[in-house]
């Protein structure tokens, strides 16, 4: 039984929804791909995998947080609930690991079906940086790209931020010292990311003990952002499609959609509800046992092991719920199946654009 989510949008900033802005409430369903540069004609001869990167250590973290501002009006008290976060859990993500795993299993898979494609890694806020990454694709004689930005759902202050990245390096004159990139649509309707997460829930699942599972609610939990900022993007309904692809994956399942990572003033609208107060609700309900899924992003990262994995599990410890929380895709060989699908699905279609 589905309990209804309510809206929700992208993003793995440590503050919140990023930068205002994002596209029209009309935004039409994202192109196929969307070309960076006037469309290429040579073959495609590499991967480029796009993060949002993470520091790897103390003294990192504070750089790393002022790269992801720039700027931004955000309150010195809570830059320093941030830093504190990262104390807590050692001073490092696992993201950019998580990724680097990403690629090496893309390679070995697409070397596996005999697509010999080397596998670039570039992040956004951490080396290495994607204009750093760009650079070396072309100087080891490499061309045109296709590009899979690493969030699968479409958002402002995610997904369409990469691709201004790129079109920024473009825009300071260096169009001869970086490769064609060619993005992959938002993949959140992929059936290989349904079945991959559905995979990450099952081993959840199965710590649970096997009389109390029927009874079990899953609540997947992806990035609150300002209510205003969700109106402007299509993320929403692309979370829930993905929780819904997954509980049919499962058979079917007790799930409900909330959301994590709340920041900024106390009085804007976020989208609703928090998973903490949430939490309660299946408390007063009756229920024992729940599984955290974060659906909303594919790496564990800090966002994900504090906001779950500390706060989450001490509410419900408080409460008296017994919690479970699911890991992400991560590097889950379906996942990477599916990584692998998308990059012969595009190859495909290139070829058949071609022959036209």
């Known amino acids: 039984m ?20 994002g596209p029209s409430a009309g935004v039409s ?31 990192d973290v504070r750089p790393f947080l002022d790269n992801v501002l720039r ?43 005999n697509l010999d494609l080397p596998v670039f890694v570039g992040m956004r806020f951490y080396k290495p940086y994607m204009f750093t990454t760009l650079k070396a694709i072309k100087e080891q004689g490499y ?24 079109q920024e390096v473009l825009d300071l004159g260096y169009p001869e010292e970086v ?27 199965d710590k649970i ?4 599972r029927g009874r079990t609610r899953i609540i997947f939990t992806a990035h609150s952002i300002p209510t205003a900022v969700a109106a402007r993007c299509p993320y929403a309904g692309q979370i829930e499609h993905a929780c819904k692809a997954v509980v049919e994956e499962l058979g079917g399942a007790d799930w409900t959609l909330a959301w994590q ?13 928090d998973v903490n107060d949430y939490l309660l609700t299946v408390q007063a309900e009756g229920i024992e046992d729940v599984i955290l899924c974060p659906i909303g992003f594919i790496s564990d990262h800090v966002e994900v092991m504090y906001d779950l994995d ?11 719920l017994r919690m479970v929380r699911a890991e992400t895709v991560n590097d889950h060989p379906i996942f990477i199946e599916a990584m692998a699908d998308m990059v012969k699905t595009r190859i495909a279609k290139d070829q058949k654009s071609q022959k036209k």
Not at 310 to 320: D, F, M, N, S, Y
Request: charged share 25%; proline share 11%; glycine share 8%.
């Open 143 to 166: 061309r045109r790209a296709i590009g899979i930005i690493l969030s699968p759902y479409q958002s402002m202050p995610s997904w369409e931020k990469y691709q201004e990245t790129i």
């Open 310 to 320: 500390l706060e989450a599990k001490a509410t419900c410890a408080r409460i008296g």
């Open 29 to 59: 369903e994202p192109l196929d791909y969307v070309e960076v540069r006037s469309k290429g004609r040579r073959p495609y001869d590499c991967v480029f995998l796009m993060a949002y990167g993470a520091p790897e250590k103390m003294e």
């Open 71 to 113: 700027g931004l009006p955000v309150p010195k008290e809570r830059y320093e609930v941030v830093v504190h976060h990262y104390e807590l859990l050692g001073g490092r993500s696992p993201l950019n690991e998580l990724t680097e795993r990403q690629a090496t299993g893309l390679r070995a898979e697409l070397n596996r079906q």
């Open 261 to 273: 990572s709340r920041s900024g003033d106390p009085k804007t609208p976020w989208l609703e509800p």
């Open 2 to 21: 589905s309990r209804p989510p309510a809206a929700s949008a992208a993003g793995s900033s440590p503050f919140g929804g990023g930068r205002p802005g």
């Open 179 to 205: 490769p064609e990139v060619d993005f992959i649509k938002p993949w959140f309707d992929h059936p290989l990311f349904a079945k991959s997460q559905a995979a990450q829930v099952r081993a959840a699942l």
């Open 209 to 212: 003990p096997e009389e109390a």
